[in-house]
């Protein structure tokens, strides 16, 4: 997959302030906010601060302060959602199969309700 990384993308724009976000958290390196097209009661997404596409060029390309820092921002964001105790669903998207619309990684935490099966058949 090609990760060549389009600063003009949504959450690059939200990273530099140019669009507002209802922030949840805010790490050195991270950044989580609420969806703003929400699938849960609970639907928040983390984001690393640096231009990494998806999961996998994160994980090659990133500094291990960026990946303690995202991977700790993550669990914080379960807590700060109030999803920790009952449950709750991360999800990263990853390019055309992965079906990802925002090309700068995010990952979605879900919770607040029973959130039913991984994986819906697709038609
Ligand atoms: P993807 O399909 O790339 O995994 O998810 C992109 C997510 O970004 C969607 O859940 C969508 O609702 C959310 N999103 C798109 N534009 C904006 C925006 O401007 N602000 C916020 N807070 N979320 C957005």
């Not at 939200?14 to 209802?22: S, T, V, W």
């Amino acid at each position: 997959m090609d990760h060549t990384y389009d600063d003009q993308n949504i959450f690059a724009k939200i990273l530099r302030g140019e669009i507002p976000n209802a922030t949840v958290l805010e790490t050195e390196h991270s950044l989580a906010f609420n969806d703003i097209s929400p699938q849960a009661p609970a639907h928040v997404l983390v984001i690393p601060k640096g231009p990494y596409v998806c999961f996998d060029h994160f994980a090659a390309a990133a500094s291990d302060a960026e990946i303690a820092d995202f991977t700790r921002a993550v669990g914080e964001v379960c807590r700060l959602a109030g999803v920790a105790a009952d449950g709750y669903r991360l999800i990263a998207n990853a390019g055309r199969d992965g079906v990802q619309d925002v090309p700068h990684l995010h990952v979605h935490v879900l919770g607040g309700r029973r959130l039913g099966r991984m994986l819906s058949p697709v038609s």
